[in-house]
């Protein structure tokens, strides 16, 4: 008799621990369990940790609830402005409905999958070329919402969509380089006139200023002297006022004498010594005619006299020294 209530309390513990190990589950802390009993929906998912199911009746299924990240395949498109590209992107979701994502939909990632290429490629379809280039933020924006409206029957909340990288044919990206390369051309140029017509107006400025003032331009001009010279590897020409190499020839030739002089005739008691021949003149040589001697012109004198200038000066000497020496050639007349 206590044989058999042992044997029967050792089946009925083996028994319990059949039962257990077959009914006993553990729901992990990021997964939400859904109990199905006989095929149908039993109260609200599971929560963590350590839950008991009926066997082979109940039918536990886990929803994992983290955020899955599922890259979108790059799709090729035409844009608005007939232009092909190859955009792919990323998106971000997460289950926030364990009950929905197993009931409503056969595969739920799969189906945001599918949903994902058909947005982009809808949305590359209704942007431009530059849209897709530089409003990417919007995009993102659309094609989330696009994503999210079938979604949310789903169970599954969309938290972000990005678009990745926008593939641009080979002439296409020539030719966005020579546009960019022309618009850059044209600010530089537009830069350039604008600072010439600014340095035209303080060159206009400045030029008025040194008009006043005629030793600001010589204070310039030594002051441009100055940095080129400090190179030392150029050969520099100076500019020199004529003006001042007259005064210094006529400082070196010692002062010139007034018109008074000049104009005056010779006094009686002058005697003008003739250079005399080397060799005597024989009698019968033939005398050779001279050319007449020309007048003294008065005005040249007065006007070298006027003017100050060395080579008018000389000219005016040599055409008074000409004429004393007719004087003293012509015969007179009491003899």
């Known amino acids: 008799m206590v044989e058999e209530l042992i044997a029967a309390g050792v089946a009925t513990g083996a028994a319990g621990l059949v039962y257990l190990s077959a009914a006993a589950r553990v729901v992990k802390q990021y997964e939400r369990g859904v109990v199905f009993r006989l095929g149908r929906l039993m109260g609200v ?3 963590p940790g350590f839950t008991l199911i009926v066997p082979f009746v109940d039918r536990l299924r886990k929803v994992n609830m983290q955020i899955v990240t599922l890259p979108v395949p790059a799709q090729e498109g035409i844009t608005r402005d007939n232009v092909t590209v190859r955009v792919d992107a990323v998106v971000y979701f997460k289950v926030v409905d364990a009950a929905n ?22 949305i590359i379809g209704k942007s ?49 380089a020579r546009q960019a390369e022309a618009d850059r051309e044209r600010r530089a140029r537009i830069i350039n006139a604008d600072a010439e017509l600014q ?22 001009l030594l002051q441009t002297v100055v ?9 520099l020409v100076l500019p020199f006022p004529v003006e001042l190499l007259r005064f210094l020839e006529r400082a070196q030739a010692g002062p010139a004498p007034s018109a008074a002089e000049q104009s005056a005739p010779p ?15 024989p009698l019968d040589a033939p005398v050779p005619l001279q050319e007449p ?20 000066l000389d000219e005016a000497d040599r055409l008074q020294e000409l004429g004393r020496l007719d004087e003293l050639h012509e015969p007179k007349g009491d003899e």
């Open 128 to 176: 431009d070329l530059d849209d897709l280039l530089s409003n990417r933020e919007k995009l993102n924006q659309g094609l989330e919402l696009m994503i999210d409206s079938p979604a949310i029957g789903w169970g599954v909340q969309i938290d972000r969509v990005e678009i990745k990288d926008v593939s641009l044919p080979e002439t296409m990206k020539r030719s966005m």
């Open 101 to 122: 994502a197993v009931i409503q939909v056969e595969d739920y990632r799969f189906a945001v999958s599918q949903m994902a290429q058909t947005s982009l490629r809808s």
């Open 227 to 235: 940095a080129v010279a400090a190179e030392k590897n150029s050969t």
């Open 293 to 312: 001697v020309p007048l003294q012109e008065p005005g040249l004198l007065d006007e070298a006299v006027r003017l100050q200038e060395p080579g008018l």
């Open 199 to 220: 340095a035209s107006r303080k060159l206009a400025e400045a030029a008025g200023v040194m008009s006043e003032q005629p030793a600001a331009l010589q204070l310039r």
């Open 45 to 47: 998912p599971r929560p």
């Open 267 to 281: 006094r009686p008691d002058e005697h003008v010594q003739l250079d005399e021949p080397d060799e005597p003149v």
